[in-house]
């Protein structure tokens, strides 16, 4: 989303399709790893846990997704519905596209 | 760190405690973006910082145009096709993922590789490992370190 705005893309869009992918992503993803990786050989310690854990794992992808990206992203959203003018000023003062973008650095971690 | 510089325990020299501190900043640097390490990454990074950008964006992008783009079906067809068919087809494409094994499918030490050569259990672990990053360069390394071991790849493909 923030390569995409400071290429001058259509940031909405890459919003939506990041929240799509990130729906999607953990009913999918364990699927292909079953499907394609096999069961023995150095590949041994890639698949994902044993079918009986992934409840397990639903659990602690959704919450990392729930608290990370959906709550982030309904708490401005609510912030620009409830004060439009002193986001925009908010915005501008901190300078907060570059603060994003330099947390997209720190993503490396 | 820098206090540990500055003020050196009065029973080590300058020399030594320099030694020391440049060991420490080394384990340090190592730990530092570890999951349990210094920063915690595993909650500032993963939950903080990933937070701060989605909660930046969501302050920046207007709801009409968010609710908008719900419905462009052939967008989402492209970037979600892209990314769970197109990538994954790629990497398929790139990886070695049949690599024969062998008949008894136990670790054999290297010397042993002449009983069962058509397996990556030949490899020492550092190499297998090394084999087994997904990258075309991996391709190259798992071939020479076979070769190296007096394999032929041409008999090898099944």
């Known amino acids: 989303v923030v390569l995409t705005r400071n290429s001058g893309g259509d940031d909405a869009a890459a919003m939506v399709e990041v929240m799509i992918g990130n729906i999607l992503g953990p009913f999918i993803t364990p699927g292909l790893c079953y499907a394609l990786l096999p069961k023995d050989g150095p590949w041994e310690g890639w698949l994902p846990v044993a079918s009986s854990g992934l409840g397990d794992m639903y659990r602690s992808v959704f919450q990392q997704i729930g608290l990370s990206v959906l709550v982030p992203l309904a708490a401005g959203q609510t912030l620009q519905w409830l004060f439009p003018e002193r986001v925009k000023s908010l915005v501008a003062l901190f300078h907060l596209p570059k603060v994003s973008t330099a947390c997209l650095i720190l993503l490396v971690w | 760190l820098v206090l540990e510089l500055l003020v050196p325990s009065r029973h080590a020299s300058l020399v030594s405690n320099l030694v020391l501190y440049k060991q420490h900043l080394l384990i340090r640097q190592l730990d530092v973006a570890a999951h349990g390490g210094v920063l915690k990454s595993e909650y500032s990074i993963l939950y903080g ?74 490899l020492k672990p550092q190499h297998r490992y090394q084999c087994a990053c997904w990258t075309y360069r991996s391709r190259l390394n798992t071939y020479y370190h076979l070769i190296k071991r007096g394999f032929n790849p041409q008999l090898w493909r099944r």
């Open chain 2, 49 to 122: 910082v990933v937070a701060i950008i989605f909660l930046i964006s969501g302050m920046q992008i207007t709801r009409d145009k968010l609710v908008s783009h719900l419905t462009s079906w052939r967008l989402h067809l492209y970037v979600q096709g892209i990314s769970f068919l197109l990538i994954p087809g790629i990497i398929l494409g790139i990886c070695p993922l049949d690599l024969p094994l062998t008949k008894s499918n136990k670790l054999s030490p290297v010397s042993n590789y002449q009983d069962n050569h058509r397996s990556w259990r030949c």
